[in-house]
């Protein structure tokens, strides 16, 4: 008796998986919305593009493959060793050649896949909300940087509670501003409060970033992220959970 009852919830929980793929299927509207189409960083963002871009965490070669697919240029960074939490092994340096436009200032090195989530952020995100908000695009991010072997919250002593920070192997970066081809600025500091088109640029693309990035931290959030967004592509494992804040 028992192992029919187990059997007939077996086949129940099948046949539920096989209708929620079957509505997957056939209700996707991009490629990026089934979890088997190949990572192309020119579709348009679906269900599943942010995941696919945190895995390449687990695959260098292939993120550099998706990188060349896209033709985006880059240099590959020697690898750093910093000690057992520090240091880094794909990171790279994108040149603003061919299909990418915005300049990064500093220059940065970043991880691989920080690096594809940066190419579709800026074409399927920063460039529309710019051209929506302010009719021009944007030429260059202000960033506070990628690598620094810290703990979250920017403790470096062993004996800090915080865990090691996903800047602790350049898989993070953070976005202090945008200038647009017309000379205008928009910083995180100054522009984030108001309701001007400034700040509603912001916020579209922070949440645009949430799409594309597993961790996606602003002004919202804290104190500490009060002049600068937060993106990284932390691989959190089986369990995949998302930070939007």
């Known amino acids: ?120 952020w800026e074409w399927q995100v920063v460039q529309p909300a710019a051209l929506r908000h302010f009719g021009t695009r944007v030429t260059q991010i202000e960033d506070f940087g990628s690598y620094n072997c810290r703990r979250i919250g920017g403790g470096a002593r062993p004996a800090a509670r915080s865990g090691w920070s996903e800047h602790a192997s350049a898989n993070a970066i953070d976005i202090a501003g945008f200038r647009l081809a017309d000379g205008r600025r928009i910083r995180v500091a100054a522009d984030w409060r108001g309701t001007g088109s400034k700040a509603a640029f912001l916020r579209d693309v922070r949440d645009g970033a949430c799409d594309l990035f597993a961790t996606t931290l602003s002004p919202d959030y804290n104190a500490a992220h009060r002049d600068h967004l937060h993106l990284d592509q932390a691989d959190r494992g089986a369990a995949g959970w998302r930070a939007c804040r």
């Open 1 to 120: 008796m028992l192992v029919h009852r187990v059997v007939r919830v077996m086949i129940l929980v099948l046949l539920l998986a096989a209708a929620g793929l079957a509505v997957l299927v056939i209700g996707h509207r991009q490629p990026q919305d089934v979890p088997w189409a190949p990572l192309d960083l020119g579709d348009s963002i679906g269900l599943f593009t942010g995941r696919k871009l945190t895995a390449l965490n687990r695959d260098p070669a292939l993120c550099r493959a998706v990188l060349d697919r896209a033709g985006i240029a880059y240099v590959r960074l020697p690898d750093r060793d910093d000690g057992p939490t520090c240091g880094y092994r794909d990171g790279v340096r994108v040149a603003t050649t061919g299909p990418l436009l915005i300049r990064y200032r500093p220059p940065v090195g970043i991880s691989c896949a920080v690096a594809a989530g940066l190419a579709t």
